[in-house]
DNA sequence: GCGATCAGCT
DNA sequence: CACAGCTGATCGC
């Protein structure tokens, strides 16, 4: 949780995500994104009290932000003092003193954080140095040099202070899986489960918040139908979110919410009550997105784990893991770095210590080689850091183990041709049934008429009929969800227009169930349809590529992503027999790394390695020695 | 009655 | 496998 006070030392007359105390004399608002523990004071009746009196101060964000913020009553009356900007485009903000009429400038230009639709990075630059205040951000290894307006020219820009989600800046949270593979982990535990009969479902236990938008996307584009939800209201100007949530219950796979649904789980009921027609029991399972973390050398990284007979726990994380929060440090060298997050456990004095070891100045000067990429990231000393684990705190040369290939997933993501009903369950669950699978299971459900949930839960379901009319077919992707662009209205009616064909097994609900929701979504509710915009969700940092999944399936319920991923920082490896893996034996580098490694070149003086100076760096490596190249000529001053 | 804070829970 | 947020009790205004 964020414990950031909102100001920054450098420009302390704005505040971000943090609205209270002192934050209430500010001349500029900003929100990285719209998690509640970030947004604390703004629905004062202080602050709205200010801005009734102010004509100059207002809260800065994303479209997409302002969508969801607004969905919520409590902070309509930020309205018209919400200014959406878009990403990546560098805007002046004027910063006025209204007592005296002092007036100073910033260049703000928001960067795409990954942590939830809508959440940004703010970069500002100003008088007083280039700032970058990180929100809630998960980014891969190498991501960083992807992000243009990190950047000027080839070089990484002068950043003064980066104030940091240190969330999981731990040694302990060393790694945690790619977003990719923890999706491919879901998507087979998902995949076998529901193609055992209509009658099997999945129950996301999901918490309640933004962020698993890009889980249900996937989910819904892989195996071709929707989310159920408790609520669509959100989502209705992000059509490509939209088109996978739904609040027909007569779906396969679940992600509404119930104050008592665990409970209900154990019953073997969903959250919303739905059961079969024909009395046949429903088969759920539960999925719990959970944060799951390894360290530098455990070779144990499933990304599911069965903690029950029919629950278990998926791998997700919100938040980026200490070697990816030090890969991005290690490549913006600021001078000074501030945690906005004391992790579990530790003190603001350790985290500081440890962040203190990736600023510029504490860097040591020495470059090691890399002999795939240019020489864009330095080292750091490895720092006197009480170890609480056997795992290395830090990556030295002579410490990462060869990644095997243990790839257990079998890729889901790939060609549409290929049917999402594919292989034998890896699964040690119950016995698959015989049924057939087919598209349609709709008749296979009804209302739980029993469930005394109705009334509240079901709000939003005559809205979503009209919602699931601007339903549009895609392939989603993750990172299609952490960023936003505005849609104008011809587009959206272009949109809503090519949905038809693809909601042929999508009945209205309230048509099949003869629910008496009433009707909740007036015109009157909306008033403002004629200037409604539409948000869609464009292609973010990263650009993975497709990579090499084909592994087999494991015969256990364990599922493990396929190691070596995302690793950037270590610049070379030797198994822990004392063989050298060289470039060639390596892993197929990520897409992302791929590019990272090529694209923005920090030190233009590099030149590509000869095959003898490569010999003889291996030699040297193989025997422990420590390999300098060169001394000063930081890449990312 | 409202907001702030905290414990407890998930 | 530890993030984000809900509920309810308590207190102060």
């Known amino acids: 949780m964020s414990s950031f006070a909102g100001r920054m030392k450098e420009y302390p007359t704005i505040s971000l995500d943090r609205f209270d105390k002192e934050n209430l004399h500010a001349r500029a608002y900003f929100l990285s994104h719209c998690h509640k523990d970030h947004m604390k004071g703004l629905k004062g009746p202080l602050l709205?009290?200010?801005?009734?009196?102010?004509?100059?101060?207002?809260?800065?964000?994303?479209?997409?932000?302002?969508?969801?913020?607004?969905?919520?009553?409590?902070?309509?009356f930020w309205e018209e003092y919400i200014v959406p900007l878009e990403l990546e485009s560098p805007t002046q903000i004027p910063l006025v003193d209204e007592a005296s009429g002092e007036k100073e400038e910033i260049v703000v230009t928001l960067l795409p954080a990954g942590h939830c639709p809508g959440s940004v990075m703010f970069l500002f630059e100003g008088s007083r140095g280039n700032v970058l205040y990180t929100g809630d951000f998960r980014l891969a290894a190498g991501d960083a040099s992807r992000i243009e307006h990190l950047h000027s020219g080839s070089r990484v820009k002068d950043i003064q202070s980066v104030y940091l989600d240190s969330t999981f800046y731990d040694p302990r949270f060393y790694q945690i899986p790619t977003r990719e593979v923890c999706l491919r982990g879901i998507l087979e535990l998902v995949g076998n489960w529901i193609s055992q009969s209509s009658y099997h479902v999945v129950w996301l236990n999901c918490k309640a918040a933004y962020g698993y938008e890009y889980l249900f996307t996937n989910l819904g584009e892989e195996f071709n139908t929707q989310i159920h939800v408790n609520s669509l209201s959100m989502f209705k100007k992000m059509p490509e979110i939209l088109s996978y949530v739904t609040t027909d219950r007569r779906t396969q796979i679940h992600a509404c919410r119930h104050p008592k649904d665990d409970e209900y789980f154990q019953g073997n009921r969903l959250p919303c009550g739905c059961t079969a027609?024909?009395?046949?029991?429903?088969?759920?399972?539960?999925?719990?997105?959970?944060?799951?973390?390894?360290?530098?050398?455990?070779k144990k990284t499933n990304v599911i784990i069965k903690t029950g007979a029919s629950s278990f726990r998926a791998c997700f994380s919100f938040h980026s893991s200490y070697s990816e929060i030090k890969d991005f440090l290690s490549y913006l060298k600021p001078v000074n770095i501030y945690p906005s997050v004391i992790p579990i456990g530790r003190t603001l004095t350790e985290v500081s210590q440890l962040l203190k070891l990736m600023c510029r100045n504490q860097s040591h000067q020495a470059l090691i080689y890399k002999p795939l990429g240019v020489l864009k990231r330095s080292r750091v000393e490895r720092p006197t850091y009480d170890s609480d684990t056997d795992d290395e705190l830090f990556d030295r040369l002579d410490m990462e183990p060869v990644r095997k290939k243990m790839g257990l997933i079998q890729e889901v993501k790939k060609d549409k041709s290929q049917s999402p009903q594919r292989t034998a369950s890896p699964l040690s669950v119950e016995e698959p049934s015989s049924v057939t699978v087919t598209q349609s299971v709709a008749h296979n459900y009804v209302d739980c008429t029993e469930s005394n949930d109705e009334e509240e839960d079901n709000e939003e379901e005559d809205k979503s009929k009209e919602l699931e009319e601007s339903r549009k077919s895609g392939s989603p992707k993750w990172e299609d969800f952490f960023t936003t662009e505005m849609l104008t209205d011809s587009q959206n009616s272009i949109k809503s227009q090519s949905q038809s064909c693809c909601s042929a097994a999508s009945t209205s609900p309230s048509r099949m169930t003869g629910s008496q929701t009433p009707e909740l979504f007036s015109d009157e509710e909306n008033p403002h349809n004629a200037e409604t915009f539409s948000l869609t969700l464009s292609a973010s940092v990263s650009n993975h590529s497709s990579q090499n999944m084909d592994s087999c399936l494991p015969d256990t319920e364990i599922l493990r992503p396929q190691q070596g991923e995302g690793e950037t920082s270590v610049t070379s490896r030797k198994e822990e027999g004392g063989c050298l893996m060289v470039p060639s034996e390596r892993e197929e580098p990520s897409g992302s790394q791929a590019s990272s490694d090529f694209d923005v070149p920090c030190t233009p003086e590099s030149r590509a390695p000869q095959a003898d100076e490569l010999l003889q760096l291996y030699r040297k490596l193989a025997s422990g020695e420590e390999v300098l190249i060169r001394k000063g000529s930081q890449g990312s001053v």
């Not at 009196?53 to 932000?65: E, G, P, Q």
């Open 48 to 76: 709205r009290r200010k801005l009734h009196f102010s004509r100059t101060v207002r809260l800065y964000c994303s479209f997409v932000t302002k969508e969801l913020l607004l969905n919520n009553q409590k902070y309509a």
């Open 277 to 298: 027609t024909d009395g046949t029991p429903l088969r759920i399972i539960s999925i719990k997105p959970s944060t799951m973390w390894f360290g530098e050398r455990t």
